[in-house]
């Protein structure tokens, strides 16, 4: 059974903390993305990489980082956390060839006070 | 302007009631994606499509590619078909990213 996994399912931090939300995949998937979802704004790319090493900037790469040091490992930082990252993080992975079928981790809600 | 855009954006209905939902896209696509996200978070996939029409049980996905068209219907709906549906577009080489429309809040009371 495939699997995308998250660090947390809630989580909530204070202004300013440099917060880390991990994903992993079971798949040997080559692409992994981070992506935000706000009610009335839907899923909003954030970054995403297609290899080890590798990243390319999403829709909203500001004030996130990334990285991938590991082929089923993707990490989100959020350097310094402010209230406007209160939101749900979901992460998700695929196949390199193919149309690009994503699978799903179950997303952490990050509440930033 | 989303380059994905879903239509409607809420929608209730009655136990029974046959159900579309209708996703279009300015850009050209190599496959549209249907998802299906419950309440809790999670996402699956629905369908992949990259032309004419595929089912699975009370769900069926039909794409126009002339017309830059999709829809998903869902026959005899039920409350546990209630979910957000969310379409989403490959462009075939943007190292895998998908664009998502907005999604659709579907209600189905019994």
């Known amino acids: 059974d495939v699997k995308v996994t998250q660090s947390s399912r809630y989580l909530v931090k204070r202004t300013g903390e440099k917060v880390f939300l991990e994903c992993v995949q079971d798949m040997d998937h080559e692409n992994m993305f981070w992506y935000r979802q706000d009610p009335g704004l839907g899923l909003r790319l954030i970054y995403f990489?297609?290899?080890?090493?590798?990243?390319e900037k999403g829709d909203i790469p500001e004030g996130y980082s990334v990285s991938r040091e590991k082929k089923e490992r993707f990490s989100l930082i959020l350097e310094s956390a402010s209230t406007n990252q209160t939101s749900m993080y979901l992460c998700?992975?695929?196949?390199?060839?193919?149309?690009?079928?994503?699978?799903f981790g179950p997303g952490t809600r990050l509440t930033v006070l | 302007k989303n380059e994905v855009e879903q239509s409607p954006q809420n929608l209730t209905a009655q136990e029974g009631e046959f159900i579309t939902i209708n996703c279009s896209y300015s850009v050209g696509i190599s496959a549209l994606h249907w998802l299906q996200q419950h309440p809790g978070g999670g996402i699956v996939s629905l369908f992949m499509?990259?032309?004419g029409k595929k089912k699975h049980g009370r769900l069926i996905a039909t794409i126009n590619i002339q017309e830059k068209h999709s829809s998903l219907h869902i026959t005899a709906s039920h409350p546990r078909d209630s979910a957000v549906y969310i379409c989403?577009?490959?462009?075939?080489?943007?190292?895998?990213?998908?664009?998502f429309g907005r999604g659709t809040q579907l209600t189905v009371w019994p």
């Open positions: 990489s297609y290899d080890v090493k590798m990243k």
């Open positions: 998700a992975s695929s196949l390199w060839e193919g149309y690009n079928e994503q699978f």
């Open positions: 499509l990259s032309s």
């Open positions: 989403a577009a490959y462009r075939g080489s943007t190292l895998g990213r998908l664009y």
